[in-house]
Nanobody, 125 residues
């Protein structure tokens, strides 16, 4: 069983920064993909960024490239999302997710099936 716990959300002004953390527990994560999704009011949950635990390869959706950075700490089993140059449109509940990655899946197509409880990020204009 995989348990994911997010932290680090909050209120920040436009142009500010926040760092989210996702503490993971359960099996060995070497074959897992970990990801951050977000869901804004009235919108569907969407993939923001993902990382392959084994080799650190990453995926970013276009709207966050150059502003967000995903990273993982193998020793602490923790994933991070550093968010810089935040915009009001980044306001959402951010969810940590995990998936045992099969050979047929990529970071962006994987059917993530473990989820954290979510953390609110609000960017004021």
């Amino acid at each position: 069983q995989v348990l994911l716990v997010e932290s680090g959300g909050g209120l920040v002004q436009t142009g500010g920064s926040l760092r989210l953390s996702c503490a993971a527990s359960g099996p060995t994560f070497s074959n897992y993909a970990m990801a951050w999704f977000r869901q804004a009011p009235g919108k569907e949950r969407a993939l923001v960024t993902a990382i392959k635990w084994s080799d650190g390869s990453t995926y970013y959706t276009d709207s966050v490239k150059g502003r967000f950075t995903i990273a993982r700490d193998n020793a602490e089993n923790t994933m991070y999302l550093q968010m810089n140059s935040l915009k009001p449109e980044d306001t959402a509940v951010y969810f940590c997710a995990a998936r045992y990655l099969t050979r047929w899946e990529s970071l962006s197509t994987a059917k993530y099936n473990y989820w954290g409880q979510g953390t609110q990020v609000t960017v004021s204009s």
